[in-house]
């Protein structure tokens, strides 16, 4: 397959590093266009019973192999893991970095798919964050070695011992994949792991086109814009693409980013130094 095929399942991976893995039944509700995406669920035949899984309730997911995959990668042509990863080493590449150096902090991070894909970039040092423990569990279960350590906690409210041994990594690169927003990892938890990272840190990221628009109520569009503003982070990179289908087929088109840390973000905050609605000259999908 082209190296640019980024729905590609994941089961068809030819690097053969996701162990062999169950098969599920799987069915989706008839369309409901009332149904938000974090609504969106469907069924899954487990012991002999259909069950209501909701496409937002990793826990739920990542306790049985390969569902996540199956439901995300194969049949909603999930693309974002490819997508920011491969963003991250074209850049790398345009500035002549190598991956080599890169001690990654991926935070909601899940079951590892992510980290996957850098590892494949010659990526050495991957760390984990998520907030629950499932994540971490299938992380193990399913891609053993793949992070060098994985770190259940709440960026939010970390213990002493925990934002030692973070910062004890000292970290010079962010990812984070398809966990920004819907009640996932709010714009706090962000401002946290961003301050892990070191400036001139490499920031890999992206989010649902409206968390990024002059209308958005997540608080990321106007914390980004602020973020730019004052120069605590220059973006380097972004890509509008479909990240996913939606239940129904329809595409959910989200932007890809790739950033350069240039400072801590203030313990008082940032001054907003232009209020000027959306972060980027995003277009519409
Ligand atoms: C859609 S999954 C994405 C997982 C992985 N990045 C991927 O692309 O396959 C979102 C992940 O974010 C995690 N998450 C949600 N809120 C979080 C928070 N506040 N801090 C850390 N992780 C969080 C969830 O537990 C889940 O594993």
Known sequence: ??????????????????PATPRYDIRFPPSNPELDQDGEFCEVLLDGQWQRVRFHDYGR????????????????????????????????RERGQASAYLRVLEVGAGNGVVAQELRQLGIPRITGVDIIPEARDAA???????????????????DAAEQAALQALRPNALVTVAALGYGDIPPAAFEAA?????????????????????RDESGFASLLRKMIAADIIEIEAYRVYCHRRSMRGDRLYYAALVARKRADIPGGGIPDLRNQGGVLPLSKP
């Open 1 to 18: 397959m082209a190296a640019t095929d980024y729905h590609r399942p994941a089961s068809t991976m030819e690097d053969g590093a996701a």
């Open 194 to 214: 961003f301050n892990l990272v070191a400036p001139g840190a490499w920031i890999a990221f992206n989010a649902k086109l409206t968390f990024l628009s002059a």
């Open 140 to 158: 193990q279960r399913d891609r053993p070695g793949v992070y060098d350590e994985y770190f259940v906690c709440d960026l939010t409210n970390l």
């Open 61 to 92: 997911l990542y306790e049985h192999p390969g569902l996540y995959e199956q439901v995300f990668y194969e049949r909603l042509e999930c693309s974002s893991h490819r997508r920011v990863s491969s963003m991250l080493a074209d850049v790398l």
